[in-house]
């Protein structure tokens, strides 16, 4: 059975497990983004190392290349991708607005054309959860629309609406498996009404968990903030909480602190590939001068492969060459931090002194 | 100790292990390239897991990027990339008359500039030495002139005796440390009277091991071969013979059964990241569409991670898809491959069957 298990809350900070068919997940969990069936620059053994138990699969590359039927003909994802564990597929909504070309959408779903070859393709709420059970996602999405920034409150009311009806119809898509699960999305830009109107909305059609969406799309972090300190109580708590595509390790943070138990973002692998690095002590830029000569560990708080083993002057060395062991390394630190991140907000949660972690983690990135 | 040992011999074909100040190595062997420091997509715990034992650093990479006083501040080339285990160092000389520009040559030793950024250098038979114990290499290579293919007699005569008195410059700027090693190279080009005197010279000069250089430069594999069965025999039998920058298996077999132990090429690595595999079957392009489908392993007979736990298809979809677990993969298997390839080659000297090996071996390759 897909289930949620809330263990401790901590103001309204909370730590769980969602236990689904391919193993448990220790929340709050950040899920490492593995977009066309790889985590970037990594082997599944080494996004296992970074404490990773969640891969997110994206449906928009996915349907492109390798398609979705030839992923089911190859046994699913997990097995193609050599991840037994838990994966989470969006709906491919989002990408499809963001990369496709020549996009038309109405009532029924979204036409467009690939961003690679200009082929044309449909994503309906009927087809995206089809192209998710053929990927074998654990965790579907339903097919949603991402409201854009800023929009008017007739037209975020009026997308909203469009993602309702989309979800009803998706739901139905949905076909039940011992757990697996599917989340709704909520929507409703900016404004508190919309927001209760989707939380509660969504809550009636009981989605296995709930994820909001629409959210760090520009509208700045207070407001995204103000935004989940509405959204969040109006979820029901039994049910995990996932704020998609978010964010930095303080988005992270400030989210965990409101109840939030589920998050993706590219930031940290893509920052790995291009030299940023996420440590206890704030963001460095491995290409820097600065570290042409430093023989210390890039972040001697952190257990990974990277900082065990090699000096900032090496990872500095590697970027200048552009050796492709860079990306690597960094990408195994990026991801590590981040569940460590996770890992520490648990704990402190689980001890019921979140607040105190929160206040010395961020004190931490600040003496950078 | 540095020391050779040789255990069995099948034909001219060696079993042996050498000794060094960082380890043991059984050969024949087949060392990793590691250009500027990192085998190129491999984290050092991946380079291992291939069975290598040995990884061969660039002089000329390193004395201009991080520059041999940083390697040496860092701590030494072992420590910086993570690799406790024999490195082996070319002297520069090869590549300064490949990639840098303006080169100069004289009796003093070449001054050339930088391809990177047009800075001056300097490379004498004194300061390579001086480089590679900065890098702290287990086996240093003398500064040889690589004679180009083709050359005249007298081209050839002339480069060879720079070569010997290089040699023996070099010879007087190496410092001996028990368990490293400084190898001589045997130049001649393609004229076996001068193969014999150079193998004589060198051999005079008591290095710890000996390579044969000038090779697999456009002569051809029969030549190849020719030159080897010409100089192998004139080397002491007691010290390690590596033939340089060589080659594919195909070379590499027939090198072993002409008393080769120790070989490098950039080979597996470069096909490795331009979807090239090596295999049981003979050579593959994953890029190929006749593997859009195919579930299968890559190579049934390997152990490695690539054939262990992804089929033929995901690795053409990765390739198709430009993502760097491609040639993180299959660079894993070719390595793995070749290292397979010396371990056969091993068993099969010491039992005495090699030829069968070799056979049997290179029928594979035709039946893919």
Not at 23 to 40: E, L, N, W
Not at 194 to 203: C, E, F, K, S
Not at 211 to 221: D, M, R, T
């Amino acid at each position: 059975m897909f289930s949620y298990t809330l263990h401790a809350t901590d103001g309204a900070a909370r730590a769980g497990t969602i236990a689904t068919a391919h193993g448990d997940v220790p929340t709050p969990s950040f899920m490492a983004v593995g977009t066309a069936g790889t985590v970037k620059a990594m082997t599944a053994d080494a996004v296992r190392a970074t404490g990773a138990r969640v891969v997110l699969g994206n449906t928009y590359h996915l349907m492109l290349r390798p398609t979705a039927e030839r992923v089911a003909s190859l046994g699913g994802l997990h097995k193609m991708m050599d991840w037994p564990g838990p994966i989470l597929t969006d709906s491919g909504g989002f990408q499809v607005m963001s990369l496709a070309k020549l996009r038309k959408m109405d009532e029924a779903g979204v036409t467009f054309r690939s961003h690679l070859d200009g082929s044309a393709h449909f994503l309906s709420p009927e087809r995206s959860t089809e192209i998710q059970h053929l990927l074998d996602a654990t965790i579907s999405m339903v097919l949603d629309e991402c409201t854009p920034h800023p929009a008017t409150y007739d037209e975020a009311a009026s997308s909203m609406a469009l993602t309702h009806r989309w979800a009803v119809r998706s739901r139905a898509a949905f076909q039940p498996r011992a757990g697996y699960a599917q989340f709704g999305i909520v929507q409703g830009s900016t404004y508190e009404v919309l927001r209760r109107d989707a939380a509660a909305t969504l809550a009636a059609q009981n989605f296995e968990g709930y994820a909001i969406g629409g959210l760090a799309v520009g509208e700045g972090q207070d407001t995204m903030f103000a935004m989940l300190d509405i959204t969040a109580p109006c979820l029901p708590a039994q049910k995990p909480r996932y704020l998609m595509g978010v964010g930095t390790p303080d988005d992270l943070l400030g989210s965990v602190a409101r109840g939030v138990d589920m998050f993706d973002c590219v930031m940290p692998t893509r920052a790995g590939r291009t030299a940023r690095a996420f440590t206890s002590h704030g963001i460095f830029n491995l290409r820097n001068a600065r570290f042409i000569d430093d023989a210390g560990p890039l972040d001697e708080a952190c257990p990974c492969l990277c900082c065990a083993r090699h000096s900032r002057a090496y990872l500095h060395h590697l970027f200048r060459c552009e050796e492709m062991l860079g990306p690597i390394l960094l990408t195994t630190h990026n991801l590590t931090y981040y569940q460590s991140l996770m890992q520490g907000a648990r704990a402190a949660i689980l001890a019921g002194r979140f607040e105190t972690y929160y206040a010395t983690t961020r004190a931490g990135w600040a003496d950078g």
